[in-house]
């Protein structure tokens, strides 16, 4: 059977080279071949004996996710939509800022947890990510980053300011284009954990994008038992969307609350931080007009994490269609902002990018051909 070797990480793919009877340590080079240089043909591996590449083609193949449309916002924010089959279609987005340049990844086609405010939890579910799929993101925008970096410097090798090819992903300061990466794009990476831990293993690794824990950040709504996986199997910064600082209106905004409730979370959260690559838990907080964003709201949450070392992130609500909330007015967050700092809590607000191309948090919607019950509701009612 033909594998796509997009979906290993270097331990399989060392094993797999096992397995047809190649020497194991060819999985390194190979790794550089198709994440470094995003090779997407065997032919172009030109260290690799012939008869090997030959025998490449014969059992495997390059097989990222299909391209299907890329955007740019007027804040440098570019938006990848990207094919997975057909009726799916998922999103990547780009986010320069200054030195830093983060890249929002999905890791499913839609999400079921049908928290209130979000646009891909609205759509339905279809299916996880496969490691080709969530790494392709990376493997795509690497490459259309890397051919025409955003901020073209001088060539300090020639100091002339000529236009010279870079290796992918880095531009003509030897700098990384692509320096962190959010597991906030579609989807719930802790329910689709092999894959998404596999992918991240490819991320960390210096054979293929060679990112450091600290710069990969997971996004979860909080599924405690996956957490407690991920501390040990592959601890990287880690980021729960909290949004409500009380169960009865958590299990209204985030229903996966009813399952794992607030008390779980904190404790599962103050067990992550035991072996976490930073000493503090990034808590999101959507800030949503007269629902979550109120002065008491501010004081509950105070109490709630008095025993977790996190930093807040406030999120503007972003709206889509139909969605029924109202961002809160910017006084109000920055009154929030102002209690939560006031208590030593390090608070930052997220600045909007991309909203004019639907790039902005929440508003990811690609395309998803729903497989839970919700379509099926939605088209009864519209009948
Ligand atoms: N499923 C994961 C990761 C994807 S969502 C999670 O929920 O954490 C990434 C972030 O965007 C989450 O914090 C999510 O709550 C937030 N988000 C969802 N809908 C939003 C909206 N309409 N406006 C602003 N942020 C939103
Ligand atoms: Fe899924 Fe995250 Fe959206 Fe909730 S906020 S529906 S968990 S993607």
């Not at 060819?26 to 790794?31: D, G, P, Y």
């Not at 690799?48 to 990222?64: T, W």
């Not at 073209?152 to 236009?163: D, F, K, T, V, Y």
């Not at 824990?213 to 040990?232: E, H, Q």
């Amino acid at each position: 059977m033909t594998v796509n070797l997009l979906d290993f990480d270097l331990r399989g793919l060392a094993d797999w080279f096992a397995e047809i009877g190649e020497k194991p340590f060819r999985a390194k080079q190979v790794m550089r071949w198709l994440h470094h240089f995003g090779a997407d043909e065997f032919g172009q591996m030109t260290d690799l004996a012939k008869s090997l590449r030959a025998r490449l083609d014969e059992y495997a193949e390059i097989r990222p996710p299909v391209l299907a449309g890329e955007q740019v916002s007027d804040d440098g924010t570019r938006k990848f939509l990207l094919e997975v089959g057909p009726g799916n279609r998922v999103e990547t987005v780009f986010i320069p800022e200054g030195e830093r340049g983060t890249l929002c990844v999905s890791t499913q086609v839609g999400c079921a947890l049908e928290c209130r405010f979000c646009s891909t939890g609205r759509q339905g579910f279809n299916r996880n990510l496969s490691v080709a799929e969530i790494l392709g993101q990376l493997w795509w925008a690497n490459k259309a980053l890397g051919r025409d970096p955003l901020t073209p410097s001088p060539s300090p090798a020639s100091g002339r300011g000529e236009l010279q090819a870079p290796a992918r992903g880095v531009d003509r300061n030897g700098e990384r284009i692509i320096s962190n990466v959010v597991l906030m794009g579609m989807g719930e990476p802790l329910l689709n954990y092999e894959n998404t831990v596999t992918a991240l293993s490819v991320m960390l690794d210096d054979h293929a994008y060679g990112l450091s824990r600290r710069r990969v950040t997971v996004s979860t709504s909080g599924i405690v038992p996956a957490m407690d996986r991920l501390r040990v199997d592959m601890p990287v910064a880690l980021a729960v969307s909290l949004h409500a600082p009380n169960d009865a209106l958590r299990d209204q905004l985030l229903p996966i609350n009813r399952k794992y409730p607030l008390a779980d979370l904190m404790a599962a959260c103050r067990r992550y931080l035991d072996n976490a690559p930073r000493d503090f838990i990034t808590f999101e907080y959507i800030m949503l007009d007269g629902v979550n964003d109120q002065p008491e709201h501010a004081e509950q949450l105070i109490q709630l994490v008095r025993d977790v070392p996190c930093k807040f992130n406030l999120i503007p609500f972003n709206p889509f269609p139909n969605s029924g909330y109202r961002r809160s007015p910017r006084e109000r967050v920055r009154e929030f902002a102002s209690r939560l700092m006031a208590e030593g809590l390090v608070t930052t607000t997220r600045k909007t990018r991309g909203d004019d191309i639907d790039a902005a948090c929440g508003q990811l919607a690609g395309q998803v051909l729903d497989k839970t019950r919700r379509t099926g509701q939605r088209l009864e009612m519209a009948a």
